[in-house]
């Protein structure tokens, strides 16, 4: 049975509001699922304490059987020091100005100084 640790849905529509729970990989998002670790409120801001809250002696049990994290419960375990932060790529920067007009902006640059 391969485990994760994700996040399941449980707030009103327009108010967001989620369980971090362990899953069986195969069990729906919102379905079935073994234990509730956590919970994740988005709509605090984020210095805000309780916006994410963790059970990190349970996680760290379920990591060491096995369990493995979603992306962003990953952020969230990196962030607390119970797991490696994950690495992320370089995000697509499509909305940059393409290559000739960076040289033209470049040469303007340098004219005008």
Avoid: C
Avoid at 64 to 78: M, S
């Amino acid at each position: 049975m391969s485990l994760k640790i994700r996040l399941a849905r449980a707030g009103a529509h327009k108010r967001p509001f989620y369980h971090i729970v362990i899953a069986d990989s195969r069990s729906p998002r919102d379905g079935r699922f073994i234990e509730k670790v956590g919970s994740y409120n988005p709509m605090l801001p984020q210095e805000h304490a309780d916006r994410i809250r963790l059970e990190n002696e349970r996680i760290t049990h379920w990591l060491n059987h096995g369990a493995v994290a979603t992306d962003r419960v990953a952020r969230f375990l990196g962030h607390a020091g119970l797991a490696p932060m994950p690495a992320y790529r370089e995000q697509p920067v499509q909305s940059l100005p393409k290559k000739k007009a960076q040289e033209r902006a470049k040469a303007n640059a340098t004219a005008t100084a």
